[in-house]
């Protein structure tokens, strides 16, 4: 008999303890829910997206079928690198959104990512040639400049100067973009072509709006800040490939660019001048300096990307204020502002987190603000060492990431509302943000699955996979782990250390599994079933602090630690500062979410339902590419009972058009 894992308890909540997510490469995943995923994603979707972006596809959405007709033809990312090449110049011609350039970097990003763990010689051989013409466009400009949108539609423009506006132009968030995919390409390539490009910008952009200059520009949308701190660690932990390049480097300018872009923000006098520059809005999160903000604002995408980047810094620098502002947006987002599913961006009207507590079922929730959240979670998981940070990291990717894309992987959802009628994904969309965003995110995952220290190695997620992780005294750490996760909870992780030593394993306890959906009560559950840990058989009655369970001991090959978390389907009840889902109940298991599509429940509008109803779970392996169903009783307008069937949130939608629910009303008793 196993005993089971205490209630957790958080000590020192302000503490910095870095910690590393592992390299990409070190990593193979071997999971029967994700590989097969991942293998769609790979084969794919990111051709798909390649695809789109390049007009190669048929519209299915009346604004771009129109567009079509007028244009004569779909939208081309890549004709805009053309035609800058060519040095035109306020043509008034540019194909698709001044942020086209972004997503082609971003999916270049989400390639490259998925290159390092899948070396595909076609998909390396096309990116190419689209970074041949990226740098053909870069060198059309002496200075290193480049952003199609503004030389091809208002070239005195730049970075939103001289009465422009980069909240539009997208100049400095298109340059982060590159700077990102840059890294990226040549971490899983150790090819320079893209990298001397955005080194070329990024020197570039130091002189212009850099700490010297004048300009005080900041970025209209976040993203930059991250983008600046890979490349600064790039070249700080590998100080050989400056030879490599042929464009001089300075890291500490890189470095200098991600303070400053956050520093300014709400601080809008010019230096030397006495002048103020014009003041943005909590649109941009530059509605106050972002040490004073204590809340997530505005744009939920722009806010999340920033605060990744304030958390970026702070690993980088330990600066208290960084820390402080980065632990308040979390605190704030994961509070009071977070939808069960990972949602984050309650508004539609700007793309907006909206008030405290204000979380509509019909809310907008776009697929990308989602991501930004798991990417900001991941680096406070990374800045501070505790296991809660990946337990919304882990709530996202379950949910509101995987609903972002079809099970098929060529349709996308930009809205992931919790209740919707005639939802449907689409082929592309006249902003196809989210399916970059996406890429970004899945191809990255697996390094997010273990992190490490000098002495201790962190197991993040459950995700069947194998690593290699180096510690201390050149011990080389071999993890494997298997399972069925998220429909079982069961866990083997093998411990493999190159020569036997002392150092400690910490396993992630997710709060779900002992009581505590969210660290600040926004959802309530309770899981009768306790955590159970063992090694070698030999049951742990360790108490998890800070989200995971320690387990310090002399590590020799062949140990083996097995977890069990209790998923069977669990009730989730909402603060009641939560108006809008006042007595209604969410049905969880593990860190799926279910909820109901009037395609298994046609009388999905008229049913109640009771918190004493037990559920029966059951796999289904032809069903929605394999999932686990949950059965359960409801009341129907007549009072009759009737026997409901609950599916992920992430596979609705999969089955033609459908309307479903997430939050289900509560039987009021007479
Ligand atoms: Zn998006």
Redesign the pocket.
């Known amino acids: 008999m196993l005993l089971p894992v205490l209630v957790g308890a958080q000590v020192d909540a302000d503490q910095v303890k870095i910690i590393n997510p592992v390299n990409l490469k070190d990593v193979k995943i071997q999971d029967g829910f994700w590989l097969p995923k991942l293998k769609v994603w790979d084969t794919k979707t990111v051709y798909d997206v390649l695809d789109k972006l390049e007009g190669k596809y048929i519209p299915d959405r009346k604004d771009i079928i129109e567009e079509k007709q007028k244009l004569g033809r779909t939208t081309n990312a890549f004709l805009n690198f053309d035609r800058v090449a060519q040095k035109q110049k306020d043509t008034k011609i540019h194909d698709g959104p001044p942020w086209y350039d972004g997503l082609v970097y971003e999916t270049i990003k989400g390639a490259s990512d998925l290159l390092a763990t899948y070396p595909d010689a076609r998909l390396e051989k096309k990116i190419d040639a689209y970074i041949v013409r990226i740098a053909a466009a870069q060198a059309a400009d002496s200075t290193g400049y480049l952003n199609t949108y503004t030389t091809l539609m208002e070239s005195n423009r730049h970075w939103g100067m001289n009465g422009g506006d980069d909240k539009w132009q997208h100049d400095i968030y298109n340059s982060g973009m590159l700077i990102e995919a840059a890294v990226h390409y040549y971490q899983a390539t150790g090819k320079t072509k893209l990298l001397n490009v955005a080194v070329k910008l990024s020197n570039y952009i130091y002189n212009e709006i850099g700490p010297a200059s004048t300009n005080n520009v900041i970025p209209g949308h976040g993203g930059s800040e991250e983008a600046m701190m890979k490349l600064y660690w790039l070249f700080k932990t590998n100080s050989k490939l400056k030879s490599r390049m042929t464009v001089p480097v300075n890291e500490d300018h890189y470095f200098a660019m991600s303070k400053l872009w956050i520093e300014n923000r709400g601080n809008y006098k010019i230096k030397n001048t006495g002048l103020l520059r014009r003041n943005d809005s909590s649109y941009n999160q530059d509605h106050l300096p972002v040490f004073e903000q204590e809340t997530i604002e505005g744009h939920a ?1 722009r806010a999340t990307l920033l605060a990744t980047g304030v958390t970026s810094v702070a690993i980088e620098n330990k600066d208290a204020r960084y820390v402080k502002t980065a632990n308040a947006y979390w605190n704030n987002m994961i509070g009071k502002r977070m939808f069960i599913t990972g949602g984050e961006g309650a508004v539609a009207d700007g793309e907006r987190f909206g008030a405290d507590y204000y979380l509509p079922e019909s809310a907008y929730l ?4 989602s991501i930004g959240a798991g990417f900001f979670s991941q680096r406070m998981n990374q800045l501070k060492a505790d296991g809660k940070y990946m337990d919304e990291l882990e709530r996202i990717i379950y949910n509101n990431l995987l609903s972002g894309i079809s099970l098929a992987g060529d349709h996308y959802f ?1 809205e992931n509302p919790l209740k919707a009628t005639n939802h449907i994904r689409w082929s592309w969309h006249g ?1 196809p ?2 399916p970059p ?1 996406f890429l970004k995110m899945i191809a990255v995952l697996p390094s997010f699955i273990y992190a490490s220290s000098a002495n201790a190695v962190y197991v993040n997620l459950f995700i069947g996979s194998e690593v290699k992780i180096k510690i201390k005294n050149n011990v080389a750490v071999n993890i494997k782990q298997v399972t069925n996760y998220p429909w079982n909870g069961k866990s083997v992780i093998k411990v493999n250390p190159s020569a036997s030593s002392v150092f400690t394993v910490y396993v992630r306890i997710p709060g779900w599994s002992h009581g505590v959906e969210n660290p600040f009560d926004l959802y309530r559950s309770s899981n009768p079933s306790p955590v159970c840990i063992s090694v070698n058989k030999q049951t742990l009655n360790v108490l998890p602090v800070n989200g995971y369970a320690a387990i310090n001991r002399q590590w020799k090959t062949g140990d083996v630690i097995e977890l069990n978390l209790p998923v069977q389907p669990r009730m989730v009840f909402p603060n009641d500062a939560i108006a809008s889902i006042k007595n209604k109940i969410a049905i969880a298991a593990g860190p799926v979410v279910y909820g109901l599509e009037n395609t298994d429940n046609p009388e999905l509008d008229n049913l109640s339902f009771n918190t004493t109803t037990s559920f029966s779970v059951s796999y289904k392996p032809e069903l929605l590419n394999g999932i686990n169903i949950i059965n359960g009783t409801a009341i129907n307008s007549k009072s009759e009972k009737i026997e409901f069937t609950a599916i992920p949130f992430y596979a609705f939608n999969n089955r033609g058009e459908s309307s479903y629910i997430v939050w289900l009303p509560v039987l009021k008793t007479p």
């Open positions: 995408v776009e697929t990308c603000a930009y902003c943000c989210c965003m």
